[in-house]
């Protein structure tokens, strides 16, 4: 079930929006001689309340709007400050925001729980050196100093253990270990980013349209659909319904197999890892039996990396990435990439709509299984998910790697 957004509006302004449409009325005109404009969905200064799921006091959360025409929408920033203990730091040393521990907290976390999170537009912040887009994110500097900004975002509040700061997503100049955050009384300061006495202020974008909920079908995190590949039935759990593809395109739904298909079935390719002329590739786009429902979503592998992570501790920070001239491609059933393994983290060893890690016991054929993102040993190796915790990379002609492929469902 949907849950409802609780929209609040100032006494006072309520009253003078009132009066200005009332005396607009009257003389049939605006101050500019222009006909009256249409409301959008929400005002400037207006408040929403939204559920959180977190703990603590702040299971319900207010949000003002920002900004009526932010990257496609309106921008909305908390109203309360969540404490480090309730959150989290920014990252235990460095400063780049776009591996930081703050982004993947605020979207892979919380972002989910908010009752809002089916109207959240995903935007593409400078500070990334990705192709994902941020659902819920902090605020730059630059932006808490932007004048339109300021009286909110730079309005002080009675401090607290864990919450005398916020930060925002800029890192300090010529330093590799402090971000720029705000502090209680409004000033802006920087400190080392494995600070605790530094909270998170989210901000996020909804989008101008409202959903159209009416008609068709939208999907939610943790919706189910089963789809034949090759002549069996497998079954996809939804884990992001507002999906940017390689492209940056809002695609429409994720979809993740909630099963592992044996290596012995088709291997990655007998010889190169290159996805756009991979033989999983084409086995997984041949073998489906219908694609009613699905969204057209590029894979571009723009990227190879060097490096592996081990111990179920999903971090950029472990691979070297190294760009690639990749061909522009679309698929309706695809692999992983790495960057997406990173982004869905706390997905990758859940299977079967668990709650905890239960990936553990492999089989003769499913080992791990495979992302289509190729090492920058060789042309023969590209990464792959193991039970054992790791993303590393494997021989693209193993057979005991599986597979775990996924798709977008149409967002109607």
Avoid at 11 to 20: L, N, P, Q, S, T
Avoid at 122 to 137: A, G, K
Avoid at 251 to 266: K, T
Avoid at 351 to 365: A, K
Wanted: charged residues 25%; aromatic residues 12%; contains cysteine.
């Amino acid at each position: 079930m949907r849950r409802r957004i609780r929209v609040k509006r100032s006494h006072a302004a309520a009253a003078m929006f009132a009066a200005c449409s009332a005396f607009s009325f009257l003389l049939g005109f605006t101050a500019h001689g222009a006909q009256p404009e249409e409301m959008g969905r929400f005002q400037k200064g207006e408040k929403i309340l939204v559920e959180t799921g977190l703990e603590d006091g702040f299971s319900n959360m207010e949000f003002i709007c920002l900004d009526t025409d932010y990257e496609g929408g309106y921008l909305f920033l908390s109203e309360d400050v969540i404490p480090y203990s309730v959150s989290t730091r920014y990252a235990a040393s460095d400063n780049a925001y776009g591996t930081s521990d703050v982004r993947t907290w605020l979207n892979q976390y919380f972002a989910d729980t908010l009752s809002v999170a089916e109207e959240l537009l995903p935007v593409r912040l400078p500070e990334t050196d990705d192709s994902i887009s941020d659902r819920v994110f902090c605020l730059s500097v630059e932006e808490v100093k932007e004048p339109a900004y300021k009286e909110i975002a730079r309005a002080g509040w009675t401090p607290q253990r864990g919450m005398r700061y916020y930060w925002t997503r800029s890192s300090r100049e010529n330093t590799t270990n402090q971000a720029y955050m705000v502090q209680y009384n409004g000033h802006v300061a920087s400190s080392r980013v494995s600070l605790t006495e530094a909270g998170v202020r989210p901000a996020f974008v909804i989008g101008h349209e409202k959903p159209d909920t009416t008609q068709g079908h939208v999907w939610y995190v943790g919706d189910t659909q089963e789809r034949v590949i090759h002549g069996k039935t497998y079954t996809f759990r939804c884990i992001d319904p507002n999906y940017s593809d390689a492209g940056r395109n809002r695609a429409g739904a994720l979809f993740l197999c909630d099963s592992l298909i044996g290596g012995n079935a088709c291997v990655y390719d007998e010889n190169l890892n290159a996805w756009e002329a991979a033989d999983l590739r084409s086995w997984l786009n041949e073998g489906m039996e219908t694609e009613s429902g699905i969204a057209p979503a590029e894979t571009t592998v723009r990227a190879v990396y060097a490096g592996k992570s081990s111990s179920y501790q999903v971090s950029e920070k472990k691979f070297t990435k190294r760009n690639r001239t990749g061909q522009e491609i679309t698929d309706q059933m695809f692999c992983l990439s790495l960057e997406e393994a990173l982004r869905y983290g706390s997905y990758l060893w859940k299977l079967d709509g668990s709650e905890t890690d239960n990936f553990v016991n492999p089989g003769t054929h499913t080992m791990g299984y495979w992302l289509r993102t190729p090492a920058a040993r060789g042309d023969d190796l590209c990464y792959a998910v193991f039970y054992d915790g790791s993303i590393t990379p494997a021989e693209v002609d193993s057979n005991r790697i599986g597979i775990r492929p996924a798709f977008v469902a149409v967002q109607e």
